[in-house]
């Protein structure tokens, strides 16, 4: 019997998926053998039974099976034991009041939990500690918990927010189209109409288009109205009934701590410069159709070439060093 | 904030970028003001290319004062010459009893420790190699140099005796070639430079590690490539460009070669650009350095303050260009025979019975004047 075929029979019962395409297999996550959904009905319909495995004496209840959900069992096991660490310590980076150093402490005495529990390392005490944790902190636990909750129905809100004001929009645009369309129609018939009564011909294309331009629909209004409304948008601002701080600091993120200097070493004089290699390229289709550009070449180059032009590595390097051995 | 020379070459340009920075923070007040009080205005802060480069990986772990760099030499030197007395000690405690005194008394001549000289020379003679089979393998001059630049750096990290320097060239070039954006699958590289692919791979992480996971490497290459425009805009209507041509193809051999000696890790690389023009044409260079960073007859006896600061900013650079010119002049290459010695020790310190091995068929030689060879194969 091949791996494939094992897999899709039921150990216990022998039945297989080509005859029972319906068949489900579910795991309980004491032992997580796998079982089909009719031998657990069988098996523990009458209350706690031993696992029907070979050489398992694991006991195990009915209500505690489930589905699975990730094919490896190794996945499906850390995914539970994640769930259960996570309901106990759920503390965020709030809780410490933004210290990073403190949290990633803090994740990482986490992980070693979860690895310990997964791969059975000290099982007793970890589990002390998990209980001992969840005991002194029931408190922080709990109102972590309804924070995670409103953060998700907030969320929720948003989105469905959202999703109203996108279904609005479509159909004023839409609206806002066939009332143009109704205008250009009209606008024509009418031309038509007050030439056939014998006016200039200039004349009354122009009255009509002022007739039609001030014809500006509520439609457009309302439009504009819920742009206005979609940019600042109540939800991006307000979270936990409070407006969120946006960005701490005043000044952008620059990765060196500033902006380029703006004077430059070197003055660009593209006409002058006589590359061979580089005027070659300009003359090649593929490259100009991809948006070469010699200046842009050339300032690359000359920047380059001045790039630390200013360093005198034996002064800098020298102070640097003594500083560190002292 | 360190003031280069080139700051003051567009007066103009630094006066209104001046200009800017003192009415951006009183523009940002005022914005700030209607938002929130209580934020303070942040000053603008500038950052020039030299700061750039001081943030390059190649200057903060990769380029050293002349003495740190010898001190760095020294311990790893030191390091060896421990190790060479243990192995002589272990080797003679393990296979004393069937060696003769002589051979103990040659043995304990023979090996002596690489001095950081040696060793210097010995990587020096490989990372040539390292060139060698770069342009026999056509690839572009920036991953040749690359691969040479790491093939340095990790004998600046490692000592000789942990990996041959021949084992090392081939993963130093296969790793240039992924770092430079000039892949060749393993499989091919391996069949190219007929070697197994694992010897190649074996030493890949250990290089990386070396290298401290830095593989940017700013050649003078593209720097070259800058002045030779510079000097074309510069010194406009004064120099023949078919010469200037020549000028450029010569000065980028003279860095190539430059690669082999130590001026990467104690200058930058315009500096060694400009120190390797002045070596190849020093009236070009030093013309366009005093247009350029002067702006002003060099023989000119009274100065202004600028002018003073000026002809200061120019001295010291063509003072740091002078030096790194000198060090360029100082070549590690051993001669045939020096390295052949030098080799021949390493060997013999992986494995000494070679060396006992050696003695005594030239013992034999002399001996019975017969061609050693016939002897031995009569011994088995």
């Not at chain 2, 690489?114 to 040539?128: D, G, K, R, S």
Request: net charge neutral; proline share 3%; glycine share 2%.
């Amino acid at each position: 019997m091949d791996e494939e075929e094992r897999r899709e029979m039921c150990p216990i019962c022998k039945t297989d998926r080509y005859l029972s395409p319906n068949m489900r297999f579910l795991v309980n996550p004491e032992c997580y053998h796998k079982i089909c959904e009719s031998c657990v009905d069988r098996i523990f319909s009458l209350g706690p039974a031993q696992c029907p495995y070979l050489g398992c004496d694991k006991i195990l209840r009915r209500n505690k099976f489930k589905s699975q959900v990730f094919e490896d069992v190794g996945v499906e096991k850390e995914v539970d034991i994640r769930k259960r660490v996570f309901n106990v310590f759920n503390k965020t980076l709030d809780d410490f009041e933004g210290d990073q150093d403190e949290f990633n402490k803090y994740l990482e005495e986490v992980e070693d939990i979860i690895y310990n529990l997964d791969n059975g390392i000290d099982v007793v005490n970890v589990e002390e500690k998990l209980k001992s944790y969840e005991d002194m902190n029931r408190q922080l636990i709990l109102a972590n918990v309804e924070r995670s909750r409103q953060d998700i129905m907030n969320f929720e809100q948003r989105q469905k927010f959202e999703k109203e004001m996108k279904m609005k929009k479509r159909s004023l645009e839409r609206q806002i189209e066939q009332e143009e369309r109704a205008n250009a129609e009209w606008a024509k018939k009418e031309i038509v109409n007050q030439l056939s009564m014998g006016s200039s011909s200039d004349e009354v294309i122009e009255n009509v288009k002022k007739t039609v331009k001030l014809k500006k629909s509520s439609a457009r209004r309302k439009l504009e109205d819920l742009n206005k409304v979609l940019r600042n948008n109540p939800y991006t601002m307000l979270q936990n009934g409070k407006l969120r701080k946006k960005d701490v600091s005043k000044t952008p993120f620059t990765p060196f701590n500033g902006d380029r200097d703006l004077s430059k070493r070197y003055k660009l004089t593209t006409d002058i410069y006589n590359d061979p290699f580089i005027v070659q390229l300009e003359k090649r289709k593929d490259f100009v159709a991809s948006g070469f550009q010699t200046s842009v070449v050339y300032d690359r180059l000359l920047t380059e070439a001045f790039l630390g032009l200013g360093c005198y590595i034996s002064e800098e390097k020298k102070t640097q060093k003594s500083s560190l051995i002292l | 904030m360190k003031k280069t020379g080139f700051d003051q070459t567009a007066p103009t340009k630094r006066h209104a970028s001046l200009e800017m920075t003192e009415s951006t923070p009183s523009k940002d007040s005022s914005a700030l003001k209607t938002s929130n009080e209580n934020d303070e205005p942040q000053p603008v802060k500038r950052i020039s290319d030299d700061d750039l480069y001081r943030n390059s990986t190649q200057y903060r772990l990769w380029s050293f004062s002349k003495e740190s760099l010898q001190n760095k030499r020294k311990l790893l030197s030191a390091d060896i010459a421990a190790r060479f007395d243990s192995k002589i000690q272990s080797f003679i405690e393990k296979e004393g009893a069937q060696l003769s005194s002589d051979e103990i008394e040659g043995l304990q001549k023979e090996m002596v420790p690489i001095t950081a000289h040696e060793f210097l020379q010995i990587v020096t003679l490989y990372a040539q190699k390292v060139q060698l089979f770069g342009t026999k393998l056509k690839l572009p001059t920036e991953v040749t140099s690359t691969a040479v630049v790491f093939f340095k750096k990790y004998y600046l990290e490692n000592s000789v005796l942990d990996v041959h320097p021949k084992n090392m060239i081939f993963t130093c070039m296969f790793l240039a070639c992924k770092a430079e954006n000039y892949f060749i699958n393993i499989e091919s590289f391996a069949a190219k430079v007929k070697q197994p692919k694992e010897s190649i791979l074996m030493h890949e992480f250990p290089l990386l590690e070396s290298l401290k996971f830095t593989l940017m490497v700013h050649h003078p290459f593209k720097s070259l490539h800058g002045f030779f425009l510079d000097i074309q805009s510069i010194l406009y209507g004064k120099v023949d460009m078919q010469y200037l041509g020549t000028v450029y193809e010569k000065t980028k051999k003279i860095l190539v070669d430059s690669i082999l000696t130590d001026v990467a890790y104690l200058y930058t690389p315009p500096q060694i650009t400009l120190a390797a023009l002045l070596k190849e044409d020093e009236q070009l260079t030093l013309k366009y350095l005093e247009l350029k960073l002067l702006g002003f007859n060099i023989n000119k006896e009274v100065l202004n303050e600028a002018e003073q600061k000026r002809k200061e900013q120019h001295d010291k650079i063509l003072q740091t260009v002078r030096e790194c010119l000198r060090e360029m002049d100082v070549s590690y290459m051993p001669s045939r025979d020096e390295a052949w010695r030098i080799d021949a020790r390493i060997h013999y310190y992986l494995d000494p019975m070679a060396f006992i091995k050696r003695i005594r068929k030239q013992k034999e030689a002399q001996t019975s004047g017969e061609p050693a060879q016939k002897k031995v194969k009569v011994e088995q």
